[in-house]
Structures are given as C-alpha cells and as structure tokens.
C-alpha cells in the first residue's frame, strides 16, 4: 500500500502565479518530509523540508506546509517561473534512513 | 570534486545477462542507496547500505545483489537481467541517518531486450 500519495499526476500554471503541489501519508510515523525536484535526464535534488514538529518552512520562492492531523502537505512555488516547469517528488522518512517517495507531479509552468 | 556519479549512463543489454551499475561518491558519505524509477512508480528503493560492509533491502530487491567494500563505492548487479528490470536506476548518499536529505546521481538508463 502506497504510503506517500501525490494524487494529481501533472499541473499546469501560468507564469507569475502561484503553484500548489500536494502530498498524502498514511503512516504517522513519518518524522521528516522533503520535496525533490527532478528535471529529464538528471537526478532528483533537494528543494526543501519540513520537520514533523514545524507546520511551515520557507525558503525563497518555496514554502512547505504540514497539516499532521490531515497527514497532508503541500509545496507552494510563488511567483512560479518557466524553469520552474519539472517533476517534483514528495517525500517521507521514518527512523532516518530511507525516504519513501510519491510517484511524482509534473509541473508546467507557462510564459 | 564530481560529488556523485554512475556509470554508465545508458546500458542495453539481453535478457539473463549479467550486468553492474557503478556508483561513486566523493563526499565520503556513510550511506548510499539504489532506487529505480518507473512510470506509474515514482522512486523506489532497491537496496541501501548504512556502512562499508552494511547493506539492508529496500521495497523492490529481488533480482538484484549490491555490495559495498569501500566507503566510496557501491556498485548494482542484476544477476540475470530480465525485461521488467528495464528502468532509469537511481545512486544517492546522504552523510548519515540524522541528516535526511540525499543526494543523487545523475542515473544510469537501463534496458533489458
């Protein structure tokens, strides 16, 4: 059973607005949530992360938010930019060793 | 100062072949981890390992023998490819099990005719 869902396979955004990316878990246990941004032909990297005892982390552009009685976070990219356009990976850790990961959203972002 | 990388990045290779993914990093992290990603999957874990000498299953190891005799490296065997092993395999290392993000190799594209 799939542990970290990402529900919404792709999104599509005009430049300058904001995008809204969304992550389920179903396992309480998760003590550390990350979101990787993955363009073709590379390798994923690190975005940003969020603590199970913070609700918001905020770096630039980027704002993780943990709703832990929902198990729910979302990724908010504002002002979204073209460069932006990518796949982005929830992901969940437990006992810190390996992270489990969502099946991705696709983001396109529009000039 | 590579960081992480795989070789190689682009494989073909038959059905019941033998075939080794490489992984090396320069960072001397202690762990590392082997995931594949597939339409539909995401990323999944195949195998990681804590320290030289120290690896651990991850979701989807069957068909798969990893090994890790120096720090630095940490080669994928696919002992006898099979189709459904086609996919983009994924490296990463992280500096230990209290900093949780990885870093990833560029990834190596496997298929399997």
């Known amino acids: 059973d799939q542990q970290v869902k990402q529900n919404s396979p792709s999104l599509s955004v005009q430049e300058g607005r904001i995008s809204i990316l969304n992550c389920d878990y179903t396992?309480?246990?998760?003590?550390?949530f990350l979101w990787y941004k993955k363009y073709p032909a590379e390798g994923p990297t690190f975005l940003i992360s969020?603590?199970?005892?913070?609700d918001k982390n905020e770096d630039g552009r980027f704002t993780v938010f943990l709703n832990k009685s929902a198990k729910h976070l979302s990724l908010h990219i504002v002002p979204s930019q073209p460069g932006d356009s990518a796949v982005y990976f929830c992901a969940a850790n437990q006992a810190g060793t390996a992270l489990i990961f969502g099946k991705g959203t696709t983001l396109s972002v529009s000039s | 100062d590579a960081g992480i990388t795989q070789s190689p990045r682009y494989k073909i290779t038959e059905t019941g072949r033998q075939v080794t993914l490489m992984c090396h990093q320069t960072?001397?992290?202690?762990?590392m981890f082997w995931y594949r990603q597939d339409l539909g999957h995401g990323l999944r874990l195949i195998y990681y390992s804590a320290a030289a000498d120290i690896t651990d299953k991850g979701e989807v190891p069957d068909g798969y023998v990893v090994s890790r005799s120096k720090t630095e490296n940490f080669p994928l065997t696919l002992e006898s490819a099979t189709r459904s092993q086609t996919s983009v395999y994924f490296c990463?290392?992280?500096?230990?099990?209290?900093?949780?993000?990885?870093?990833f190799g560029p990834g190596t594209r496997l298929t399997v005719t």
């Open positions: 990463a290392s992280s500096a230990g099990a209290g900093t949780y993000e990885q870093y």
């Open positions: 969020i603590s199970s005892i913070k």
């Open positions: 396992n309480s246990m998760f003590d550390y």
């Open positions: 960072w001397s992290h202690s762990y």
